[in-house]
């Protein structure tokens, strides 16, 4: 299997060809706008470690499937992604000005046209998946299964309904576990269920596999955010890449905010066993996933 530099550089380039350099300032009938390419390329290229459309890919490979047939969910997924990170941004709900380093998209191109970015990349994103399953032939039902795993992972009952439970709870004083839970597993682990489930489905996955997929990807994405709230709090901004301290300031309901910082430190290595635990019965075909548990677990950004 490959690293996740190498998938990322993968998806990178396809990322690329997908929403083209248009001339400056052009608005040509049937082509998007060069104003609306622009600022979608400016957020979707801005570097990031790819590791949802990765984590696709990857397992994909490990079950026997075709990474050239994943590869344009794995694109989808990362622009799902990049539109929900342009409008989390936003003034009208975490307000940030900087992300991966550098100026949020409203910044640059205002809030309306930040609005619209994030409007094409998603609309893009399902264009991309059904153009894919469309010219699919016999594999066509591998993808509009996949294609419904990445919509429920991004939709009214994932990362939305985790969008919406965390502007709720902002400011609020009743937060508890229960909520915690609510907004961890909709905002962040349901797009990395439905990136490995996709991976799986276009591999053609057994139930027993797909099951496995699945608990590992929880466990991972309950981790990832719990090891997220961690480091809002030590770690270092120039490495971060976008604002410290901020869940604080806006009164967050956060793994530390109701676990305590040491709390949460102790739910990331749990969370952790629990991914490995999940993943163990893949063997050394597994070993990406090991590696990617334990990394974002003792990652300093």
């Not at 009214?156 to 597993?185: K, N, P, W």
């Amino acid at each position: 299997m490959k690293t996740l530099k190498e998938y990322a550089l993968i998806t990178e380039k396809r990322l690329n060809e997908i929403i083209p350099v248009l001339p400056e300032n052009s608005f040509e009938p049937e082509n998007m706008p060069e104003l609306l390419s622009r600022s979608m390329r400016y957020s979707l290229l801005a570097g990031g470690k790819r590791l949802r459309p990765a984590m696709l890919l990857a397992a994909c490979e490990m079950l026997g499937g075709d990474i050239q047939l994943a590869l344009d969910f794995a694109c989808a997924i990362e622009m799902i992604h990049t539109y929900s990170l342009i409008h989390d941004d936003l003034p009208g709900m975490d307000d940030d000005d900087m992300r991966r380093g550098r100026p949020t998209n409203h910044v640059v191109f205002g809030v309306g046209q930040a609005i619209l970015a994030g409007d094409g990349l998603l609309n893009m994103a399902y264009e991309i998946m059904l153009k894919t399953a469309m010219n699919a032939g016999k594999d066509a039902d591998k993808c509009i299964s996949a294609a419904s795993e990445i919509a429920r992972g991004a939709g009214v009952t994932g990362m939305i309904a985790g969008q919406c439970a965390d502007l709720y709870q902002e400011g609020r004083e009743d937060g508890s576990e229960a909520m915690l839970r609510f907004i961890h597993e909709g905002k962040t682990m349901a797009m990395f269920v439905g990136a490995m489930r996709a991976g799986a489905r276009l591999a053609g996955a057994d139930q027993k596999s797909l099951d496995a997929i699945t608990e590992y990807a929880r466990a991972f994405g309950l981790l990832f955010q719990a090891s997220d709230d961690v480091l809002d709090i030590i770690a270092d901004p120039a490495l971060f890449g976008h604002s410290v301290g901020k869940d604080v300031r806006d009164g967050k309901l956060t793994a530390v905010s109701i676990l305590s910082l040491e709390g949460a430190k102790a739910r990331v290595e749990a969370l952790l066993k629990e991914a490995l635990d999940a993943i163990r019965g893949f063997g050394e075909e597994a070993e990406f996933f090991v590696r990617l548990a334990d990394t974002v677990a003792h990652r300093d950004h």
